[in-house]
């Protein structure tokens, strides 16, 4: 049975082998400075989040569609060879590449669609000296077991 953990954890695998992505890994939540700090520390980073489910529909073989909102948040900060805005760009343009081919090895994983992007600055993001950004999509995921009895 396909889950949604299972998803996350690809796209945390592929979109940490991005060249020069120094952490990669899942997120449960909101950031707030202090996480933003150690964040910055291993930039350039990735988080990854489930951000939410915009819909579930039952499909014929018992098992369910689930339009799952992902979101992955990418730190970076200044370097003698880039600056943290220029890397920062860099990167994001990369994810919408990646997440647009879509399917992160997962067989029951439909293409991303709706990709969104947007600089996350704000005056707790500058305290941290770190350019941070959100690409967001959405993705249908099918999850539960195929064949289950529909109740009436």
Excluded: N
């Excluded at 992505?21 to 997120?27: L, N, S, T």
């Excluded at 014929?60 to 805005?85: S, V, Y």
């Amino acid at each position: 049975m396909p889950r949604i953990a299972d998803l996350l954890d690809a796209i945390v695998a592929e979109l940490g082998a991005l060249d020069g992505i120094e952490d990669c890994d899942r997120h449960g939540g909101r950031f707030d400075v202090a996480e933003l700090k150690r964040f910055a520390v291993k930039a350039p980073a990735i988080r990854v989040a489930a951000l939410g489910i915009r819909a579930v529909s039952q499909v014929d073989t018992g098992e369910q569609d689930a339009r799952l909102r992902i979101g992955a948040f990418i730190a970076t900060k200044d370097r003698p060879e880039r600056t943290r805005d220029d890397a920062a760009l860099a990167y994001v343009q990369r994810v919408i590449e990646t997440a647009q081919l879509g399917r992160w090895g997962q067989l029951k994983v439909h293409p991303a669609r709706d990709l969104t992007a947007e600089s996350l600055y704000s005056g707790e993001v500058q305290t941290t000296g770190i350019a941070l950004w959100g690409v967001v999509w959405t993705q249908t995921v099918r999850i539960g077991d195929p064949d289950t009895e529909i109740a009436p």
